[in-house]
């Protein structure tokens, strides 16, 4: 079965232009939750998707907005990108939206923001 | 709000044994994930430990006390390429969300 695929893997920008990022999960499964990694914050929680609905946001300014398409694959996208933006996005899948089920991540995308 | 601490970094010997702790906020947890993130990779999964006691995976164990609001990863037999960062990871209940903690990086010396 093939993993969570995530495109593209890295991408460089600069200020005050917008980026759209790609998540296609496991097969099968229908959560597909966001993050931003960077080197002092860790992992922090954007927001998560199942069956085409947002079922939770972290605490991101309104810059950061995503959706879920009918085939579970899901995009992530970021306006007005500012410098602090440059980070690790990774994806993960489940199979389902409970907080139980284990995530399986992508590669993630590096983003640089110039 | 809730929270999750683990040490940033460790260093052990090939061979040797190590424990990486994390605590967390009692509250709202509904069980604890760790991950093995190698530099420039993808997290990928280590165990979840929803009740109090210790899972053993092979040389990765897990244990959780929910009480003391505190887990812990034992990694036996180190290897090389067991040098990584552990996340730690919370399970929130109610809510759909997890919270990481910032990782600990993990070296192992030969």
């Known amino acids: 079965k093939a993993g969570v695929t995530q495109t593209p893997r890295y991408l460089i920008k600069t200020r005050g232009q917008q980026v759209t990022l790609s998540c296609s999960p496991i097969?099968?499964?229908?959560?597909v939750s966001w993050y931003q990694q960077t080197p002092g914050q860790g992992l922090q929680f954007l927001f998560e998707?199942?069956?085409?609905?947002?079922?939770n946001k972290g605490n991101f300014p309104g810059r950061f907005s995503g959706r879920q398409f009918s085939n579970s694959r899901s995009e992530m996208n970021v306006s007005t990108l500012e410098l602090g933006d440059s980070a690790l996005y990774l994806c993960a899948s489940s199979l389902a939206s409970g907080s139980r089920d284990t995530q399986y991540f992508g590669p993630g995308t590096r983003l640089t923001v110039l | 709000g809730q929270n999750i601490d683990q040490p940033t970094e460790m260093t052990a010997t090939e061979g040797a044994i190590v424990q990486i702790n994390c605590t967390y906020q009692?509250?709202?947890?509904?069980?604890l994930f760790w991950y093995q993130q190698h530099a420039g990779e993808a997290p990928t999964f280590l165990s979840y430990?929803?009740?109090?006691g210790l899972e053993e995976k092979g040389r990765f164990s897990s244990f959780l006390s929910r009480s003391k609001g505190y887990s812990y990863l034992l990694l036996k037999e180190l290897q090389m390429k067991d040098s990584a960062s552990y996340l730690c990871a919370g399970a929130t209940s109610g809510t759909y969300k997890y919270i990481f903690g910032t990782g600990t990086r993990l070296k192992v010396l030969a």
């Open positions: 430990n929803v009740l109090d």
């Open positions: 097969s099968g499964h229908r959560s």
């Open positions: 998707y199942f069956s085409e609905t947002q079922r």
């Open positions: 009692t509250s709202g947890f509904n069980g």
